[in-house]
Each structure stands twice: as structure tokens, then as C-alpha cells.
């Protein structure tokens, strides 16, 4: 048997510190090549300009939502689903045929029409066909999610606006929304574009917009709210707390140059109104309201919304996230000698007597069942699916948005402070007057909206 020499054992253990040394190199080596293409992926993010991120994110939310239209058959043809959809698709209609805003052969003021319009517009290049609307609130749907990653991108810089538009990208509640023809796939931009720019009016300072002129500001706001308003009548009360919310801030020019840009996109629908349903008068003794509609900018709840929220209770099975004829108020039984165009007028009549004569279930005993509707994160007649993945969203959207709020509230930058003034704003209002009239699930959408740009304070550049 041989001994090795000392020098025989220290150069054995060279040999195992040797290879140790390579094995290490060696999967140090492959940790890098997997890591690189993350930091990589980091780089190239932070090398992208503001405009390419909403540019990013515009093209990442349309095409899923093209995806998702595809896995529904009904989405690419031409049949009508339950609900509002007859009502925008025969508004449209009628106004290609020259028959004016009607409906059912009578002249309509509700809904607001600018969303009919939309739609008449795009069958005026491609026909009467309900795809192709389709296909427009896709994108859309891509408009809203570039304007949230760019308002994220003003207040918490490239990351966190890339990651507010990804999340809303991918948020299930507005990925399905095209696939309806519903007021939601337009007011949602207009509405959120509104919010900005009134946002934008009392700034002192932000970041790539020093070249804007400051009457511009609220020049765009007044626009996009009175756009709003002429697709759904709810955003009337909105913008007229953004001016209140501008005047506390010291904003008094902005808040006027605001109003009259709003009212102008407003009045020519309000002067249609007042010359089409002036004349349309009844005996008074036959109604206990007036007999005419109120000027567009004063009217909110028109007289079938009126009955909606506090005629008599219906008979017929409730379903959690929805408020319909039948199972919560009764279905009206219309008079015979009514005339059909008098009949908002016959239920706004209906509804103040029931609450007359039934004022504690008319108000008061509804507010649970009418927050539970606002607030649920589905239609209780969705399927199972659709239930999961709504509510995975919805609350994965009030943990990551909540607290961002709350902070961006208490913080010392006034940019993000009177942001979260202007989103608190919205929601106290929403919520108390859905719970005084009536609430569905995507009355919350706007809400939904705005918590999307807190999305990205999570990712918030130093």
C-alpha cells in the first residue's frame, strides 16, 4: 500500500475546491441565462416612452377583447340579446331610416342618444349589423384602458402606469362588456376622460403636459362631460360636484370655462327636447306632475327610472344584481285611453303617489337589497364560471386599489391628493344615489374604472 504525501493531499483538496468552484460556475451560469431574459424584460420596459406604454396597452386590451368576442357565437351575429339592446339597435335604426330619434314609431328623450348615435354612425358604412358595434366597443374597450395606464403613467410614472393598463386589460368585468350593445362601452372612456381632465383643470404643475395650454384643460373636461351626459344622464350630477370640487381648490376660471364647454355640447339635445315634447300636453287633472320634460341639464331621473325606484313591488322572483320590472316593482298596467308618448310621464305620476302612500317601503326598506345589486360582483343569473372569475377580479381589484387609495389621500403630493379627493368624490355620490334609487352591478363600472389608476401605485417610481 502507497502513502500519498502531504503535497499529494493538498493537491487532492485543490482538486475538490476546483470542481466545486466549476459546478458553481456552471449553475451560476444557468441562473443567469434563465434571469437575464427577466432583467432584460425590466430594461426594455423602462426604455419605453409614456406614449408607447398607452399605445401597448391600447393593442394588449383590444385584441383580448377581440379573443373573447370570439369564444361567443351570438357576438358575430345578428341576433339581439335580453335587455337594452333592442331598444339602442331600433334608436339606430330609425335614425338611418330618417325617422328622427324614435322608437316604436314615438319620439324618444331617454335614453341619452349619443350611444344610438355611435351605432347608426357605424351601420351607416357597414349596414344594420350588430358585429360590427361589437367590434367598436372593442375598441373601446382598448380607449378605456390607455386612458387608465396614461393618467396611471402622470401620477406614478412608466411602471405603474404600464401595470394599472395591463390590469385593466385583463379585467374580466370590462373584457365581456363589448359583447353587448349597452351605453357602459362609451360612457366609460367619456367618463374617465371626463374625470381627468376636470383632474388636469386644478393641477398646478404635471409632469410632460407643461406644453398644454392651461385653458385647454377645461375646455377638454367641459367636452367629455357633456359628451357624457348625452349617453347616460347619471354623469349630470357628477360634473357638477368636479365643479364644486374645482371652485374649493380655488379653480373659479377653470370651473367656468368648464361649464359653458359642457353646456354648449349640451343644448342642442336639451332645445330638441323642449320643441319635440312642448306641445305633447295632457288634461293636468289626468297627471300629478308636469306635463313636459324638463330641460336636459336639470332632469336626471326620467319618469320610467322614477317607477323603477319606487313604484309599487312586484310579485315575481328577485335576482341578486339586477332590478327589473316584475320582481321588484309591479309591471305598469298602462291606462288605454294613455297616450304612448305621455307614458314616462303616467309613471313618473305612479311612482310619486306610491310614495305617498308608502313612503318607509317605498325608500327606505330598499336601500339594502338596492346596495346589494350595486355592490355584489355578479349577476346572480350568470353561470357558474363567469361568477368565479368576476368576483377573482373584482376583489383582487379592492385589495391592490383600497389601500393605495387611503395613501394616496393622506399624501403629501398634491397631485395624487386631489386625485383621490376627485375618486372619493365619485364614489360617496355613486353609492348614496343607488342606494336612494336604484343600483345593478355595472352602475359600480365607473367606480370600477377609476380604482384601476391605483392599480399602479403598487409599482410607483421613486
Sequence with gaps: ?????????????????????????????????????????RHRIESLTPKRIVLLVFVVAFLIRLAFLATKPHAFTHKLQAGDEPLYHGLAINLLKGEGYTFEGQPRSYPPPLYPIAIAAVYSVVGAAPPAARMINALLGG???????????????????????????????????????????????????????????????????????????????????????????????????????LV????????????????????????????VFVSREMDAEALTTPTFDLPFFVRIVPGGLLYMSFGPPGDEPKILGHWNWGSDVKRPEYPDWLPAHMRDQWLKAQAWDYIKSNPFEATIARIPRKLANLLTPFYGTASLPNKLLTSLFYLTLLLLSVPSLIKAW??????????????LLAILFTIAFHAIFYGVVRYRYPLDALLLVFVGRWWKEA
Design 143 to 245: 380607449l378605456l384602458c390607455a386612458l387608465i395606464a396614461w393618467w396611471a403613467i402622470l401620477l406614478w410614472g412608466k411602471r405603474g402606469g404600464l401595470a394599472a393598463g395591463l390590469f385593466a386589460s385583463l379585467y374580466y368585468p370590462f373584457v365581456q362588456l363589448p359583447t353587448y350593445l349597452m351605453t357602459e362601452n362609451l360612457y366609460l372612456p367619456l367618463f374617465v376622460a371626463a374625470i381627468m381632465g376636470t383632474w388636469l383643470s386644478g393641477q398646478r404643475k404635471v409632469s410632460n403636459l407643461q406644453h398644454g395650454n392651461l385653458w385647454t384643460r377645461p375646455v377638454w373636461a367641459g367636452v367629455f362631460w357633456g359628451l357624457s351626459t348625452l349617453t347616460r344622464e347619471i354623469a349630470k350630477p357628477i360634473a357638477f360636484l368636479s365643479v364644486l370640487w
Design 1 to 41: 500500500m502507497v502513502k500519498r504525501g502531504d503535497g499529494e493531499t493538498e493537491k487532492g483538496k485543490g482538486g475538490e475546491i476546483t470542481h466545486y468552484a466549476l459546478r458553481f460556475t456552471h449553475y451560476a451560469s444557468r441562473i443567469t441565462k434563465e434571469v437575464s431574459p427577466l432583467l432584460s424584460l
Design 248 to 275: 374649493v381648490h380655488r379653480r373659479w376660471k377653470q370651473a367656468l370655462v368648464l361649464c359653458i364647454a359642457a353646456l354648449i355640447v349640451g343644448l342642442p339635445w336639451s332645445i330638441r327636447n323642449r320643441l
Design 410 to 423: 393622506k399624501s403629501e403630493n398634491f397631485s395624487e391628493r386631489t386625485f383621490a379627493e376627485l375618486v
